[in-house]
């Protein structure tokens, strides 16, 4: 089914000089950027974003971390792209991330994981919403 996911390359990506690696992954797996944006995440922003581990004992630096420099925010277009944005991505411990997966390829730590993948459609949907106006979402054909 063409689904669209929230993919969001975090603060350590940005700072690391990863974002050109990490897009480049999904081009060339044959996935769709259909809206990409540079941006500093609000507090209220991320508050929201983040709102199912407001209990978390890491939630507070969860917070000030995603807040402290820009992230890329996107959205990505493919048949069923979720589950397989997610595969790409791999474990959120990148220490149990699998070779070959971004998270394992590029990080060592839980709070510093390089790239947020959406987890199910209705969390995709939760999200785009959250970051992105229907104006700023671009339709448009690949070449076959
Ligand atoms: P993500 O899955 O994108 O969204 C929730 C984030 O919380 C997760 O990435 C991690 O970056 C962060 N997180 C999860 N568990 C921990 C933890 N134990 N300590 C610090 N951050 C965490």
């Given at each position: 089914m063409m689904e669209r996911s929230f993919v969001m390359l975090k603060p350590d990506a940005v700072l690391r000089r990863l974002m050109g690696t990490v897009l480049t992954r999904f081009e060339e797996r044959g996935l769709k950027l259909v809206a990409v944006k540079m941006m500093n995440i609000s507090e209220e922003l991320a508050k929201e974003h983040y709102g199912e581990h407001?209990?978390?004992?890491f939630f507070n630096d969860l917070v000030s971390y995603i807040t402290s420099a820009p992230v890329l925010a996107m959205v990505i277009e493919g048949d069923d792209c979720i589950s397989l944005i997610r595969k790409m991505v791999g474990a959120t411990n990148p220490k149990e991330a699998d070779l070959g997966t971004i998270r394992g390829d590029y990080a060592l730590d839980t709070g510093r994981n390089i790239i947020h993948a959406s987890d199910s459609p209705a969390s995709a949907k939760r999200e785009i919403a959250l970051f992105f106006n229907d104006s700023e979402i671009n339709e448009y054909a690949l070449p076959d």
């Open positions: 407001k209990e978390k004992p």
